[in-house]
């Protein structure tokens, strides 16, 4: 019992620490940042922030999962009366890049320096997206019953389609442009790629 205490403890000021980190990664970024800058940030001793994350990728990939989490929440809220899996996949790609573009700060460094960020990030201990992408699986699913689609299990889609959208956020990331209003062709063009064509 004095475990599970001692652990629900920790995941607590873990989580509120983070929330701190959120909005200081926000405001200065990743990269320049060190530990100790960021324990003053939050208001911690640099020994209690490594107690909690042993290193700084340790705490991004925290901080990154912890986003993770908000953002499937929001998902969760945005999508609860939604039926229609095209509407549903628009309202993610949409609440996607809304999380992107408020977070460009804190991400802009890490994923421009390391091409397999996204990659390293999905396989990294526990896939901290495990809900998102069932969440994906299940508009696949749906969508597979209103049009036939290319064989491709629906799990798989959910991980082609996230890569598709990653892929129109990285070339943001490096060229800039627009985002915002990209959502119906992103949809349309991923869409248009696993259609049966024998679907009308």
């Not at 994906?136 to 889609?157: A, N, T, V, W, Y």
Request: glycine fraction near 4%.
């Amino acid at each position: 019992m004095k475990e599970l205490i001692r652990q629900k403890l920790q995941e607590t000021k873990s989580e509120i620490v983070l929330e701190a980190v959120a909005a200081y990664f926000e405001k200065v970024g990743y990269t320049k940042p060190k530990m100790q800058d960021i324990a003053k940030a939050v208001g911690i001793s640099v020994g209690a922030l490594y107690k909690l994350f042993p290193s700084k990728d340790a705490l991004f990939f925290a901080y990154i999962s912890y986003e993770i989490r908000r953002f499937y929440a929001r998902l969760q809220e945005r999508c609860m009366a939604c039926e229609d899996p095209k509407k549903a996949l628009l309202l993610y790609i949409s609440l996607k890049i809304e999380t992107f573009i408020a977070k460009k700060k804190a991400i802009e460094d890490p994923v421009l320096g390391d091409p397999l960020f996204f990659l390293k990030m999905n396989v990294h201990k526990q896939n901290p997206a495990k809900e998102v992408y069932e969440f994906l699986e299940e508009q696949f699913g749906k969508l597979s019953k209103q049009c036939r689609l290319k064989d491709i299990e629906p799990m798989r889609l959910a991980y082609i389609f996230n890569a598709h959208i990653l892929a129109y956020i990285e070339y943001w990331l490096n060229f800039d442009g627009e985002l915002l209003g990209k959502e119906e062709e992103i949809l349309t063009t991923f869409l248009e790629g696993i259609k049966d064509r024998k679907c009308k």
